[in-house]
């Protein structure tokens, strides 16, 4: 039986040019929130669920993710890390990562979401995806205010490249087959949406709707909001 729980990536190499000046000297995924860093809210929960090995990639102030994380034996995991030095996007940085990641299928998350959808769950998505020729599977959630129209539309399993009144956010949480990034080159900055369009176009890519607790933590306004949510909800 294949061992689908094995690896996941967390992507941290973003700027945070919206989070300054929090992010002028600390990483956007370090910024604290409900008492721990916004990383390892996802780092303890992919933990829990079972991965084993955990690959981050940064670049702005990557050092200090490094050195406050280690090597993940605390949290129970092993860490390791793609260092891009400038920001290589979603598909650049992924495909930079590869050599890193010993699966053929993987979840990757982005390290500015915090959600509490069930991370056991991408095992099933997982096995079920060795069994056919998805490319992707993407989780996604309702509109947010600050991106009323939406990315895709969902028709049953499958994921559209179609914007409607029915279209919904993709969460930055995928599950992701390394065929996709076949022809993406490592070191290059590359966006994962045209990959994700092509996969469409050939049925390749499923999906669901998440309908809970879900933020983009992007701006300083919303690291405050989720802060007081936190600690409302554990004190």
């Not at 919206?18 to 929130?33: A, C, E, N, Q």
């Not at 390394?178 to 994962?192: G, I, S, V």
Request: glycine residues 10%.
């Amino acid at each position: 039986m294949v061992n689908v729980m094995k690896t996941a990536m967390i992507l941290a190499a973003g700027k945070g040019e919206r989070m300054r000046p929090l992010t002028d000297h600390t990483p956007k995924p370090l910024l604290p929130v409900g008492g721990k860093p916004l990383i390892l809210w996802h780092l303890e929960k992919l933990a829990k669920a079972g991965f084993q090995r955990i690959v981050i990639n940064h670049a702005h102030l990557g050092d200090q993710i490094e050195e406050i994380l280690g090597d993940g034996e605390a949290f129970g995991v092993e860490l390791r890390y793609s260092r891009e030095g400038e920001p290589l996007e979603t598909a650049g940085g992924i495909a930079t990562a590869l050599p890193l990641i010993d699966a053929e299928i993987f979840p990757v998350v982005n390290g500015d979401v915090f959600c509490d959808y069930d991370f056991a769950r991408l095992g099933g998505i997982m096995a079920r995806m060795h069994g056919d020729n998805t490319l992707a599977h993407l989780v996604l959630v309702d509109n947010p205010l600050h991106h009323p129209k939406g990315d895709f539309e969902l028709e049953g399993e499958k994921v559209l490249d179609r914007v409607s009144t029915h279209s919904l956010t993709f969460s930055g949480l995928g599950v992701y087959r390394r065929e996709l990034f076949a022809f993406t080159d490592p070191w290059q900055k590359a966006p994962l949406a045209p990959l994700l369009r092509q996969a469409m176009q050939q049925g390749r890519v499923t999906g669901e709707h998440f309908r809970g607790r879900w933020l983009d933590v992007g701006t300083p306004e919303r690291l405050k909001e989720l802060d007081r949510e936190i600690c409302n909800q554990s004190c």
